[in-house]
């Protein structure tokens, strides 16, 4: 099988409809096939080894009966085989549907039934969660199960098989730049997650922007601690493959071993999330801190007192930026142009306005709703998969309105102010307050329960959840949160508690949360932290 072709330069492949997957695969192969692309620590791929993987995969998903158009689920960290599963999904025209490794109950439910998946690729570890959903109105057939499997349930509803050898390699599908990617479910404002559609040519213009602002250059070496199942990390490999450097994953993220792994890997640009730097300043001075090869590193969301402070102790420069799954890297700008405090200027490419409730736009300096679009075509997101009604209310006035208050400076600089919509964001996860709220309020013994962000140490959100319970029913905080654990994402489970005897209602019964959060934590507010109970990660 012939997968090379001639290579294109940056500026041709902006020029040609050559902005999927296979085709930039196919030119990194022919253009630098040799040079290192990608690596989990155990497994490294060439360029040319990432066609290989990706054509034969892709014959293996064929052969059990995955056709072009088809939702394939991954529930699976970051390891080879989760990039696997998505090469040859995007190889043969399928789409790729990671899901948070976090992901149990009503969640992970939402999410198979919604994408509509039929097979699974599961790490054995997580196995579990997915057999005690059921089958129920679910597609799910099939879990290819990565790694050793302690036991099979007897009455699991799916089959379960050791992930498949690859097949033979196959000829790529032709695909548009518009067909879709990926789904990738992000917690809304209410309701369930939405499963934001990505095609192709979103994330080569990820690569694009992105990997400019951080100036990746041939020869780098990306590192991520970051989950490949979010946008960011997903994103950092089109900047290797587009940029010829190599992307190294690591598991998770470890404070204590952070700078440990930049130095083994010798990575020149890396990645962190807002909680991440104080979290690593926090820790004693060491001088392993200056021991890497690090330049600079993409850090959105870092609270601007710890910018300098980290640049200086650990000798990487930041840089702040706005994206979101549904659009791009809209906002940011390289090192030399940053501006402490806020996100950057708007990118080439795209617009942006700040406006009021009813879309008009508002004075620089005063905050309003950042509402963007793009000039290139499916450069953003194409809509919430299955959710119409969704996709309309968030690109209305033909706009995609991101729902965060923000301000415009007089010379172009953006900065952030908070969010509009009812979402908590902390470890760099955003979780939805209704799908909380639905297993709190699964438990028999609650009446009401309204999830809300509070403000934490760390300048991120920390869950608090207010508790009516019903008439005559006794329940302790600490076996509330038993009864939450197994149902919710480690991440998602509230910090704290706080038994009421009634909640502040609209005259129509809606929960006005506004006050919950301006009131906060009380006296009578309980703390999981301090109990000393540990939640389990898996």
């Not at 199942?229 to 089109?238: G, I, Q, R």
């Not at 508002?362 to 969704?390: H, N, T």
């Not at 760099?428 to 709220?437: A, D, H």
Request: proline fraction near 5%; charge should be negative.
């Amino acid at each position: 099988m012939n997968t090379l072709v001639e290579p294109l330069s940056i500026a041709e492949l902006h020029a040609e409809s050559y902005r999927t997957l296979p085709a930039l695969l196919k030119n990194r192969a022919a253009r630098n096939g040799d040079s290192p692309l990608f690596s989990d620590r155990s497994t490294t791929w060439t360029a040319r080894d990432a066609i290989d993987v990706a054509a034969s995969r892709a014959d293996a998903l064929a052969a059990y009966g995955i056709q072009k158009g088809d939702r394939v689920a991954i529930l699976c960290g970051n390891r080879i085989e989760f990039m696997e599963i998505v090469l040859g999904c995007a190889w043969l025209g399928a789409v790729a549907v990671p899901i948070n490794t976090a992901s149990r109950g009503i969640q992970l439910r939402h999410i198979l039934k919604n994408s509509g998946a039929r097979l699974l690729v599961a790490e054995s570890g997580l196995v579990d969660n997915v057999v005690a959903l059921h089958s129920g109105d679910l597609a799910l057939e099939t879990i290819w199960v990565i790694g050793e499997q302690e036991h099979t349930s007897a009455d699991s509803p799916f089959a379960q098989v050791a992930l498949p050898a690859r097949g033979e390699p196959v000829e790529a599908a032709t695909l548009a730049d518009g067909d879709p990617f990926v789904i990738l479910y992000t917690s809304g404002t209410s309701g369930l997650s939405k499963g934001v559609v990505c095609p192709h040519a979103q994330f080569y213009w990820w690569g694009t922007h992105t990997g400019g602002d951080l100036e990746v250059r041939p020869g780098d070496v990306l590192y991520t601690c970051l989950p490949l199942f979010h946008t960011n990390a997903l994103n950092s490999f089109f900047q290797a493959l587009m940029h010829d450097a190599e992307l190294i994953v690591e598991r998770r993220f470890s404070a204590s071993g952070f700078f440990d792994s930049l130095i083994a890997t010798r990575a020149t640009v890396t990645y962190v999330l807002g909680a991440m730097v104080p979290i690593l300043l926090s820790r004693a001075p060491s001088s392993k801190e200056r021991e890497h090869c690090v330049r600079v590193a993409l850090a959105p969301g870092v609270p601007p007192q710890f910018q300098e402070t980290f640049t200086q102790r650990c000798g990487m420069g930041l840089i702040d930026g706005y994206g979101s799954t549904e659009t791009n890297s809209v906002i940011g700008g390289k090192l030399d142009t940053r501006r402490q405090g806020y996100m950057g200027k708007l990118a080439a490419g795209f617009d942006a306005r700040v406006v009021d409730a009813n879309d008009q736009p508002v004075a620089d300096g005063e905050a309003g709703e950042l509402i963007l679009r793009a000039d290139q075509p499916y450069a953003f997101a194409s809509g919430y998969f299955g959710m119409p009604e969704k996709t309309v209310e968030a690109w209305r006035n033909l706009w995609f309105h991101t729902g965060d208050r923000v301000v415009r400076s007089k010379d172009g600089y953006f900065r952030f102010v908070d969010r509009l919509k009812d979402a908590i964001r902390r470890r760099g996860e955003n979780i939805s307050s209704f799908e909380v709220e639905q297993v709190l309020l699964s438990h028999p013994a609650v009446e009401l329960a309204a999830v809300f962000a509070v403000q934490s140490s760390l300048a991120e959100d920390e869950v608090m959840a207010a508790i009516v319970l019903r008439e005559g029913c006794t329940l302790g905080p600490l076996e509330l949160i038993q009864y939450c654990e197994p149902r919710l994402p480690y991440f998602a489970v509230p910090r704290y508690l706080d038994f009421r005897s009634d909640l502040p209602r609209t005259e129509n019964g809606k929960i006005m949360k506004y006050k919950l959060r301006e009131t906060g934590m009380t006296s009578t507010t309980w703390d999981l932290e301090e109990s000393g109970y540990r939640l389990k990660r898996s």
